[in-house]
């Protein structure tokens, strides 16, 4: 999708804006959508296109669009982020805007979105809780609960200055959005979008719009369950901080104090609660996990950087700089030998009485600690050595780019 595609003009001008819609059996609204964005070109005064990414329509939608004037590109891989992509790389304007062809949002009125885009941004959002919903036109789940849930999560994890991170109508800048080679063909692909943009440091604004309710009488292809879940798998994948760092560090943090606590004994609360062997049994399965789940985070944000998936950060730098095999391998080493001698020297306090009952109530507790400092050992020795192999094929693929350029 990066190809550049040459200057295409209408009328002696260079074409500015493509006015972009996916399509998918949308022949009930599909000629409205077109008349209203054409007579939004000629009022303005734009030199532009109405660009038709039809995903395999049954209905006669692509007779309709080329009737209307606008231009058709089929899209045979399926989903909405397929048609999209398709559509963005055949797009010859230099902005383009893209929106639902099923008569929610308002082609007509796509000035603010323009303006923004020539004063400079490079995407620019949609904001209908700004501009106005209309009743019926989004249900109470997706108002209520989904998108200001899923538009929380993109703010807090990627520091996206938008408050409708799902908003249908969006503007951009073509060459712009084509660097970022988007990938995913389904809905989640309005979240790669703005996520892509956020973490490449394009120029993200929000302008308000309106919604209103749709003019199909066929339910909509959104799916609230599934969709949205897929939204919230690509917001966490992309973000390997909050999905395992954060609790990672929180377990362990957690698992650490109880176990400094209830190293020495048993700790009452109330005369009636006290906490005991079994809480101490329950910390040192949270330090277990808590490094399982750092260790599974600075894995995958390696391998995301070295795989061009996420960006450089001063983060990843710290972990690509102090992060490594050898010094993993180490790390564990470590831990076993530390583990080994608690888990020695608590068996041989067990020894010295013969084996019997045990009325020091800290013995067991460093045999617990002295196998979960083993645990932790055998974990952190074996993603070291996951790191080793997921850095192979990195490595050849750059050895051969650098035996190419010293060709």
């Known amino acids: 999708m990066n190809a550049v595609t040459p200057a295409h003009h209408l009328d002696g001008k260079q074409i500015e804006l493509t006015i972009l819609m996916p399509c998918l059996n949308e022949a009930e609204t599909l000629a409205l959508c077109i008349r209203k964005a054409k007579a939004f070109l000629r009022a303005s005064d734009v030199a532009g296109e109405v660009l038709i990414a039809d995903n395999g329509s049954t209905d006669g939608s692509q007779e309709i669009a080329a009737a209307e004037g606008a231009r058709v590109v089929p899209v045979a891989e399926k989903g909405y982020g397929a048609a999209l992509i398709g559509g963005i790389g055949a797009a010859h304007g230099r902005f383009v805007i893209m929106g639902d062809a099923d008569?929610?949002?308002?082609?007509?009125?796509?000035?603010?979105?323009?303006?923004?885009?020539?004063?400079?941004?490079?995407?620019?959002?949609?904001?209908?809780?700004?501009?106005?919903?209309?009743?019926g036109a989004m249900p109470f789940l997706h108002r209520y609960l989904g998108n200001p849930v899923l538009s929380l999560i993109g703010r807090m994890f990627f520091n996206v200055p938008t408050r409708d991170f799902h908003c249908g109508l969006r503007g951009f800048n073509t060459q712009a959005i084509r660097a970022l080679d988007l990938r995913t063909t389904g809905m989640e692909f309005a979240s790669e979008m703005v996520v892509r943009s956020a973490l490449s440091g394009l120029r993200i604004a929000e302008v308000p719009t309106t919604l209103k309710p749709d003019g199909r009488s066929r339910p909509p292809h959104l799916k609230t369950?599934?969709?949205?879940?897929?939204?919230?798998?690509?917001?966490?994948?992309?973000?390997?901080?909050?999905?395992?760092?954060?609790?990672?560090?929180?377990?362990?943090?957690?698992g650490l104090s109880l176990t400094a606590v209830l190293t020495s004994g048993p700790v009452s609360l109330t005369p009636s609660l006290s906490l005991d062997f079994n809480t101490f049994t329950a910390a040192c399965f949270l330090i277990v996990t808590g490094v399982q789940l750092v260790s599974f985070g600075m894995l995958s944000r390696?391998?995301?950087?070295?795989?061009?998936?996420?960006?450089?950060?001063?983060?990843?730098?710290?972990?690509?700089?102090?992060?490594?095999?050898?010094?993993?391998?180490?790390?564990?080493?470590?831990?076993?030998?530390?583990?080994?001698?608690?888990?020695?020297?608590?068996?041989?306090?067990?020894?010295?009485?013969?084996?019997?009952?045990?009325?020091?109530?800290?013995?067991?507790?460093?045999?617990?600690?002295?196998?979960?400092l083993i645990v932790i050992a055998v974990q952190v020795f074996f993603s070291a050595f996951l790191l080793g192999v997921l850095e192979i094929p990195v490595t050849r693929r750059r050895r051969a780019e650098s035996d190419l350029g010293n060709a």
Not at 120 to 131: I, T
Not at 320 to 346: E, Y
């Open 302 to 372: 390696l391998y995301a950087e070295m795989t061009g998936v996420l960006p450089r950060t001063a983060g990843s730098s710290w972990l690509k700089t102090h992060v490594s095999t050898d010094r993993l391998a180490l790390v564990a080493l470590a831990c076993f030998l530390l583990g080994a001698i608690l888990f020695g020297s608590a068996a041989a306090s067990w020894a010295a009485l013969g084996f019997g009952a045990l009325h020091d109530p800290s013995i067991p507790r460093v045999v617990l600690l002295g196998l979960t």
């Open 225 to 254: 369950w599934r969709d949205g879940w897929r939204h919230l798998k690509f917001l966490l994948m992309y973000n390997p901080r909050w999905l395992f760092i954060i609790p990672g560090l929180l377990a362990c943090a957690i």
């Open 103 to 135: 008569d929610s949002y308002d082609f007509s009125a796509l000035d603010v979105f323009l303006q923004s885009l020539r004063a400079g941004n490079d995407l620019v959002m949609g904001n209908r809780f700004r501009g106005g919903i209309e009743r």
